[in-house]
């Protein structure tokens, strides 16, 4: 590999562009948006005795711990599916995944790691999906953080002299037990090596040190920085190193900033330590935005809404049309989450629906096939579901599913499939018949069947006005479009609520937030049962989603449908049960009895029948009500400060409640509030080091105090999944907060000086960046309609040419005549609008492009 060259962290750059020049003015927001999802592992190595793992991944950006996934027990092939969205620093370098094997009384166990650099993702700006071999954690290669360094070339002709002033550094790799490393600079140049002097216990150490040394001639050599920990017994530990050309610092005169500390790549070996350590199979995509004022995206969402509420017309292609027509497979979930928060935004994404229902509905179908394809009506009112629905799944399904989890009980139908095991008390066993294994089994189910229909069944007065809206509509269409079969418009209900929003959460709630952990296999095979009709190649029998219609679904990854799923329940006949399976009948009465509670149901849901004889409390709030953002159980630990939150609080576990206007506390959810610290006070919340408390979950929460004071409260999270997502939810809503700290201390302030850098100023600048825009992405999150219009653009500035194709090709389909083919003058108007917005929103972006920065003298990468 060559030498790869960087830019210093501190380099000022010009401005952007000329104001006048644009119709948009320049206060614009570049950001990064990844999408990563961690599918599975196989061919791992067994670490335990029993010659299996306990694996589990984390995912650090730039070495810092952003997520972690479940562990998955007693496997050397995990499945985790699951995916997350990240919002990071523009200047980010590279995404690291290490598998690890969890040990309950030991350290765990590091497995391998996947390492993607941002060029790697600039590569495939569609994404990357694919399998990628495990590689061997080398300590000389697990590098972090930067080097503050100013290097000139002083003197003239003969006498010239190389200086290099060592000033400080950040967020270096900890080494050591004690959560830091004794960090010191050494320095070579043309055979000559100097070092400065050691600072003990600290990854933000200050040095403020200059060594020179004289110039060769030529000035080929390379001037070498590296960065080491030193240690009283045993080697000294690398922590990165910065290569300069002394060719590139003659012709700058100087260079300063902060540089990036990159690994020793000195070792030929890494190829070679890969692939016995297994592989992981990822999909990732980077997508790298600038965002344009609003007022610049408004032609394009007005001529959006324009089009939703204009509605179909006869003899004529729509533009939505024209979207669907045109959108891949791979990108039609993306576009159909943007149009959704788009037009929620908007306050249309009732009649967004409506119109890509009768889109549907006016294709040929029969009743037995609709919306099973994924289709943008199916992906739009899949993405309603989530964005609107969540708190609503969480109310129905979070009380079986916690009951499932808890209990475990062995739950299975299949006779080919039981497990016979021994019962009895005091030393006197016997073994279990099938038959009694299998009826204990139906029980078990039955029991969790008819708790979670329940739940269904009497959640319509708590289902979200605007869902219940949406679905209405869609009952209303397709009754109109089926008048002779009237069971489909029950149907075409259930497929959207059940199959696509109900049924993957049964399965998988680890991936909708229902639990924490993924299940055991006992557990699942329950959940599996208990969601849907057949299981991978098998033919074993779910019992509630028999009355579920089939459909895929690209997000979460479904067992295949059953082939009897139509005839059974989800047709609303009442022949339901006729199954293949024979085993599947001691659920049969239970199953037939759903048929009618469903359809009742149902008919509530839409509000066709005046809702009537509801129990007491059946609407009763779900769960927190909107405006709390997040809450939990926090350790709000000891510090020398004097704040509200530490004088009250200190040393306590207490309840925290963030909400779009404060972050207040109380000893519990239903306690008077202690006090609170309002979000206009809040200045950052960012990460402690783990040396600080002992412990690697701690936030801190540094605010405003009322005398006018800065103070800190440092709250300890159980878990670095929990941590993130509280760091999320604060930078979040104090995004805009104009007094938030651009660097602040990850350490505390004990004794006279701060822990991390040693500083004895308590009010001085930090030690290290704030990470206000790194944030984890959650359905929960409020809209930004602007984001989306900018990622609609993106999306159909690359259609253009594909849009008008298919217009043609629709409107000859249709032995229409509007005009000669390819004639723009002929495209409807709609359409022609659409190509000049694009046009426009085209040349404000290129105008708002920055001009690239000189390339510095820096060598990041020397092999």
């Known amino acids: 590999m060559g030498a790869v060259r960087g830019a210093a962290g501190s380099r000022p750059r010009s401005a952007p562009f000329g104001s006048a020049r644009l119709r948009c003015p320049p206060a614009m927001a570049r950001r990064s948006a990844l999408s990563i999802r961690i599918v599975e592992g196989r061919n791992l190595p067994a670490k335990d005795i029993t010659g299996s793992s306990d694996p589990y991944c984390i995912v650090k950006i730039d070495d810092e711990a ?29 995404i690291s995944i290490y598998v690890m094997d969890e040990d309950a009384l030991s350290r765990d166990d590091i497995i391998g790691k996947v390492c993607i650099t941002r060029d790697m993702l600039a590569e495939h700006p569609k994404g990357y999906s694919g399998w990628m071999s495990l590689s061997e954690v080398d300590p000389d290669e697990e590098v972090q953080g930067e080097i503050h360094l100013r290097v000139q070339v002083l003197g003239s002709q003969g006498s010239r002299r190389l200086r290099c002033s060592v000033l400080e550094a950040r967020d270096l790799a900890r080494k050591d037990r004690n959560g830091a490393s004794d960090p010191f600079v050494r320095l070579r140049y043309n055979g000559k090596t100097q070092e400065s002097t050691v600072v003990k216990k600290s990854c933000y150490p200050r040095w403020n040190e200059t060594f020179e040394f004289e110039l060769a001639e030529p000035a080929g050599e390379k001037l070498c920085v590296e960065v080491w920990d030193w240690d009283l017994v045993g080697r000294n530990d690398f922590l990165g190193k910065v290569v300069f050309s002394i060719q590139g610092l003659e012709a700058a005169g100087q260079e300063e900033g902060w540089f990036r500390l990159w690994p020793d790549k000195s070792k030929p070996t890494e190829h070679e330590r890969r692939g016995s350590l297994g592989s992981l199979q990822l999909q990732v995509k980077l997508r790298d935005e600038t965002v344009l004022p609003s007022h610049c995206y408004q032609p394009l969402v007005q001529l959006l809404c324009q089009e939703v509420k204009s509605g179909c017309q006869d003899g004529q292609v729509h533009l939505v049309t024209l979207l669907d027509e045109t959108t891949t497979a791979e990108c039609r979930q993306e576009v159909a989450i943007s149009l959704v928060k788009l037009f929620l935004g908007q306050g249309l994404v009732k009649e967004f629906l409506d119109l890509l229902f009768e889109l549907e509905l006016a294709k040929p179908c029969e009743p037995n096939t609709l919306f099973r394809s994924n289709s943008l009506a199916s992906k739009s009112m899949e993405s309603f579901l989530k964005v609107t629905g969540m708190p609503y799944l969480h109310f129905v399904l979070g009380p079986t599913i916690s009951r499932v989890f808890e209990e475990k009980k062995y739950v299975e139908l299949d006779p080919g499939k039981v497990e016979i095991k021994d019962v009895g008390c005091s030393g006197l066993h016997r073994v279990q018949t099938e038959g009694e294994v299998i009826e204990q089994g139906r029980q078990h189910l039955q029991s969790y069947l008819g708790e979670l229909l329940d739940a269904i069944v009497r959640s319509a007065p708590a289902c979200p006005p605007l869902i219940r809206a949406a679905f209405r509509q869609l009952f209303q269409r397709v009754g109109e479009r089926f008048p002779q079969h009237q069971h489909a418009k029950f149907v075409a209900v259930t497929s959207f609520l059940c199959l696509r929003f109900f049924s993957p959460a049964v399965m998988s709630p680890k991936l909708f937030q229902l639990r924490d952990a993924h299940a055991d296999a006992r557990t699942s095979r329950t959940l599996l049962l208990l969601a849907k009709v057949r299981q991978g190649r098998g033919h074993g029998t779910g019992a509630w989603a028999a009355w579920l219609p089939p459909a895929g679904d690209s997000r979460v990854t479904l067992p295949p449908r059953g082939p009897q799923a139509i005839q059974l329940v989800g047709n609303m006949e009442p022949a339901a049960g006729r199954a293949k399976e024979t085993w599947l009948s001691p659920l049969l009465p239970a199953l037939q009895q759903g048929t009618a509670r469903m359809r009742d149901f149902i008919t509530r849901l839409v509000g066709t029948e005046e809702d009537g004889g509801e129990e007491e409390g059946e609407g009763r709030p779900l769960g927190p009500p909107p405006a709390v953002v997040k809450e939990g159980l926090l350790l709000v630990h000891k510090t020398r400060g004097k704040g509200p939150l530490l004088a009250a609080a200190a040393g306590k576990k207490l309840h925290f ?21 309002a979000l206009g006070d809040i200045l950052a919340a960012e990460k402690v080091e783990e040396k600080s408390f002992g412990s690697s979950h701690v936030m801190q929460v540094v605010y405003t105090a009322p005398g006018g004071q800065q103070e800190t409260a440092y709250l300890q999270c159980k878990c670095v999944n929990e941590l993130n997502q509280w760091l999320s939810a604060l930078r979040k809503v104090c995004g805009n907060n104009p007094r938030v700290l651009r660097s602040y201390h990850p350490g505390v302030f004990r004794g006279d000086k701060w822990s991390c850098c040693h500083q004895r100023d308590r009010t001085g600048l930090g030690c290290d960046r704030t990470r206000h825009g790194v944030t984890l992405q959650d359905w929960s999150d409020p809209l930004d309609p602007t984001v989306e219009a900018q990622r609609l653009f993106h999306h159909l500035q690359g259609l253009q040419g594909t849009l008008r194709e298919k217009y043609w090709e629709l409107l000859e389909s249709e032995d229409a005549q509007n005009g000669p083919r390819g004639d723009d003058a002929a495209l409807p108007e709609g359409l022609s609008r659409l190509f000049a917005v694009l046009g426009e929103l085209e040349s404000c972006h290129r105008r708002a492009q920055p001009p690239e920065p000189p390339a510095p003298a820096l060598l990041q990468l020397q092999t």
């Open 66 to 94: 952003i997520i972690r996934t479940a562990t998955v027990w007693k496997t050397l092939s995990p499945f985790w599916g699951e995916e997350y969205e990240l919002q990071l620093q523009p200047g980010f370098h590279s």
């Open 657 to 677: 409640c963030l909400t779009g206007e404060a972050l207040g506390f109380g000893k519990s959810p239903s306690a008077e509030r202690i006090g609170a610290i």
